[in-house]
């Protein structure tokens, strides 16, 4: 697996060859994961690429950032214009962007203050599942390894360091075959995927849990409640046991990266009927349509090039 490269790739306040966006190795978010960053994706649609919920995910960086005391060196509108920029230059229909802002070469002390990176990246990254899994239902696994707890690490921060535990648990679930890894937290109960918040449906109740539960509050997470509750079903935010996910009519995650995708299994226990079922079909086909700009409703959740955030 490899990058579909581009030619441009914005660094520290302007467009830069993709070869020569380099980091230093005494770089210390390299050292210590110090750093804090987005996923988001642009979809085509009629007006050309939409980012999909730019400003939710630019909220999340900058209050990432606070916690780490990293100040981002650029405004929400500079951040905007060049990641906008960006995409046009590399003529991107759709794509998954990449900000990440990090504590850069200065000093490795633990207690040094560094100068701050900038760097924004945009490619093509059409599934980051197989599609087939997606639609048919992944085979996941609960992960031997507990979801870092809130009183830790703050979950709500997308912070760099914090996802070694992604790393590890996705390299564990794949060594024993399965698709992906669902974490529990420290205190038994679901967290979510390793990169991916985690919803079940029972009764044609839509339930997922929330920071409490030691989560990344997602973006999709919040525009599928959203959805959900615009089509009539009744969302519960609270706390999710091993039990209730196995015992589940439907499950599945979502995240920016896989979007929606149901959970067929859970070590080798079939979800429901095992597969996508009516009401996780249901919430996708509406995202897919407010993706693409097909549904009036949602169309402030797209930001269009000349949109300002
Ligand atoms: N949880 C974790 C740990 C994640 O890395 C992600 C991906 N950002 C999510 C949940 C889903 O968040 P979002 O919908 O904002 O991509």
Redesign the pocket.
């Known amino acids: 697996m490899s990058f579909n490269k581009t030619k441009w790739v914005w660094h520290n306040g302007g467009q830069v060859l993709w070869d020569e966006a380099k980091v230093h190795a005494t770089a210390y978010g390299l050292h210590y994961g110090a750093g804090v960053f987005e ?1 988001i994706r642009a979809y085509e649609t009629e007006s050309g690429p939409a980012v999909f919920r730019l400003a939710e995910h630019l909220d999340r960086m900058y209050k990432s950032a606070d916690i780490y005391n990293l100040n981002i060196p650029y405004t929400r509108d500079e951040l905007t214009e060049a990641i906008t920029e960006n995409i046009r230059l590399n003529d991107l229909k759709d794509c998954y962007i990449r900000p990440i802002v990090y504590f850069d070469s200065g000093s490795l002390g633990i207690r040094a203050v560094t100068p701050v990176s900038t760097t924004i990246i945009a490619w093509k990254w059409e599934h980051a599942l197989h599609p087939d899994k997606k639609k048919h239902g992944l085979r996941t696994t609960i992960s031997p390894w507990r979801k870092i707890h809130h009183s830790m690490m703050p979950s709500t921060a ?1 912070s760099t360091g914090q996802y070694l535990s ?1 790393v590890h648990a996705v390299q564990d679930a794949v060594k024993r075959g399965f698709d992906e890894a669902i974490f529990l937290n420290a205190e038994g109960n679901i967290a ?1 995927g390793a ?3 985690l919803f079940i449906v029972k009764n044609n109740r839509v339930i997922t849990n929330d920071e409490q539960s030691s ?2 509050l ?4 919040s525009s599928v409640i959203d959805i959900a509750r615009d089509l009539g079903y009744h969302v519960d935010i609270r706390t999710i046991t091993p039990d209730e996910l196995f015992k589940a009519d439907e499950a599945f995650f ?4 896989v979007e929606i995708a149901a959970i067929g299994s859970v070590d080798d226990r079939p979800i429901g009927s095992g597969t996508s079922g009516p009401v996780t079909s249901e919430i996708k086909d509406k995202f897919t349509k407010i993706i693409h700009g097909k549904d009036d409703h949602y169309a402030k959740w797209l930001h269009y090039e000349m949109t300002t955030v």
């Open positions: 996923g997308k992604s979510e990169v991916e918040n989560v990344l997602g973006i999709t997470r979502t995240g920016t990266a």
